[in-house]
């Protein structure tokens, strides 16, 4: 089973910075992409931002200049950092891994709460 841990949220001002982590209980060499998502109340969960194992990263255009996803295969451990915040970004972020083989399959954080302040 795999786990994922999610780190990094808090309350901030508008126009600040957060650098969220997720760190993976195995390999994250062993995911065919990884990604963030958020999810505000009432809304739906929506796409931040993906990195593949192979290809280029994947970003939300309400995103796009704002927040750069990365990660480090030593640490296992996918990041995200956010800056210029505001208050539209103010929602729980979470990380998910998927893996093709041998079945397809999505494994999902717990989530981190973010929260902007204008």
């Known amino acids: 089973q795999v786990q994922l841990v999610e780190s990094g949220g808090g309350l901030v001002q508008a126009g600040g910075s957060l650098l969220l982590s997720c760190t993976a209980s195995?390999?994250?060499?062993?995911?065919?992409?990884m990604g963030w998502y958020r999810q505000a109340p009432g809304k739906q969960r929506e796409l931040v931002a993906a990195?593949?194992?192979?290809?280029?990263?994947n970003y939300a255009d309400f995103v796009k200049g704002r927040f750069t996803i990365s990660r480090d295969n030593a640490k296992n451990t996918v990041y995200l950092q956010m800056n210029s915040l505001k208050p539209e970004d103010t929602a729980v972020y979470y990380c998910?891994?998927?893996?093709?083989?041998?079945?397809?399959?999505?494994?999902w954080g717990q989530g981190t709460q973010v929260t902007v302040s204008s």
């Open positions: 195995r390999s994250i060499l062993g995911f065919v992409v």
């Open positions: 990195i593949p194992k192979f290809g280029s990263t």
């Open positions: 998910k891994a998927s893996v093709i083989v041998p079945n397809t399959r999505d494994y």
